[in-house]
């Protein structure tokens, strides 16, 4: 791959990130809602004291030099203060990362190694018994509100079956360390990161499926055949690997969906993460943190894409980035 | 008959106006569509599920009283009662007959997520023919944008635009479809590229057709499989994404939808006062809708655009 190749893609992405700070900045500075008003409310606040705040969240200046200035503390890596807290939302974000990195990344993981496992088998035998029963369980769960889903498990497993916690990241009363503590934690991520691997298998088997179908009609297939490999072997060195990029490229596309996929279940089992973060600063109309939590998963899908596209040209020099 | 057929029998050939050709080809291609779409059979199942869904919201009168619907009104009314001979699903925290808040539901839900979808569709065609037929330096803006918006992640935009710009109907239809044009208006640019250079496309220009002719004569109806199957498509996200925003608390404003019926499960605290009956029929309805509107989309892609068949 070429550095101009490279070049042109970091230009693609800047000028998305630059959309996405643009789009971000103007739609939460046109709020028809007062924040301080909203920050402020049913306490007894000094006239003085909200414009001290209006002051300090620069809500007084005109809106050019508000987005100037916003785009110079970004740079800094400053996001402003949160509403509900008073703290940086930089930091706030930052001590919540841990939380959803664990959960999205184990889900990711799971969906997509179940996903093409399902996938490459239905797509070796199209219409088998198999197919017949992954796909459709594949399109099922695909169709399925997140929502749905985990109050289903919720019900299930934690009220009638008792077998899991309701929700957190770790039971406040229990006094566990070291390892100990590692399979409480795990404990509870159990329903959450079901609900996101299950809700997800289903992109990664139909992309994979059609991608082994694909493949097991090319010509490669049969010359393999024809120097004695045996058909497992075929499956498995030949048409396996050919297929696979297709869904590994998913991977990167997923990131914005699984985030927010995460809102919705990390709230349903209150998971202290980026997720729960974005409905509570929704509930608190707490701007500077759903602009931030906003921007920082935009970010996140960016450098995502980016890096599968580069990595994609990488592996498979039949693409030629357009 | 066709035209070859009756030129051997009758020896004076009927003339025939060019409308009278064009109705005659028009009708012979939609029985071989519809004869085409009577094969893909998951198409048909999802096709008559659609068809008692939305007959269902059209006769929401008939089956629950809108009054049903309102808290206010139902005061008198068993709370969480268990699904019954007198309440078929049972009754929510207010005392209202969940049945009522489905298919009133219904009626918000299917609206959000048809309509969304064609205004998506209308956004993304505008663009991807735009793109595809100029070229040039409004192709790379366009395409910038269109890149911009495929990879912005969707609800939390969607969240951030609803809390921004309020709850009402017709703002989240806008919201859901400004989220979700992007997809169909790559397709719809990919194909408009490949109509341009066809010889016809090009002959028409060289005998002096505007551009205006061209794009409503020529490329529109090349690109309207396309179209038609990528609507169908994007009802299922419409749907999805109003159940996301209406469960995180920011459904349409007043009235009542699918999403929010699922979101009273979690605010009424269902799940551990084991009222399974607040989300259980909801979630299989949307669920099930979904369901079928990707099988009819999927099933139309196969019939209007028979190369993806081959792949």
Redesign the interface.
Known sequence: MTLRTVVRRLV?AA??LL??VA??FY??R???ADPVATMTRGRKVTAAKRDEMRERFGLDESTVVQFWKYLRELARGNLGYSFQTGQPVTSEIWDRVPATLSLVGISTVLAATLGIWLGARSGWKPNGWFDRLATSGS??F????????G??L??VF??KLQWFP?GGIIDPRSDNTGIMKLFEQLHHMTLPATVLTIGYVGGYSLVMR?SMI?TSREDFLQLARAKGAREEEVRRRHAFRNALLPSIALIALN???V???A??VE??FTWPGLGLA??RA??A?D?PM??G??LV??FA??VA?LIADVAYTRFDPRVEIA | MTAAERHDTAPVPEIRSARSVRRERRRRSRREFAAEYRRQRAGVIGLVILVVFIALALLAPVIADYDDTLATETVDNPERQPPSGEYLLGTDDKGRPIIALLVWGARTSLTIGLVAAFLSIVIGAAVGISSGYFGGWPDTVLSRLEEAFLVIPQIPLAIVMVSVMGRDLRTIILVIAITSWAGSARLIRAQTLTVKTRMYVERARALGASRWHVITRHVLPNVMPIIIANLTLTVPIAILTEATLSFLGIGPFGGVSWGKTLELARSANAVRLGNWWFFLPVGLIITTVVLSFTMVGNALDRVLNPKLRER
């Open positions: 693609a000028i998305t959309v996405t789009l971000n739609l939460l046109v709020v028809p399109m099922f695909y169709s399925t509100s997140d929502a749905f889903f109050l289903v919720l019900y934690t009220q309701t059609a694909e990131v914005g969906f985030l927010g996929g809102i919705v709230t349903l974005f409905s929704l509930g109309n701007y759903l602009q939590l906003f998963s935009s899908v960016i894409n």
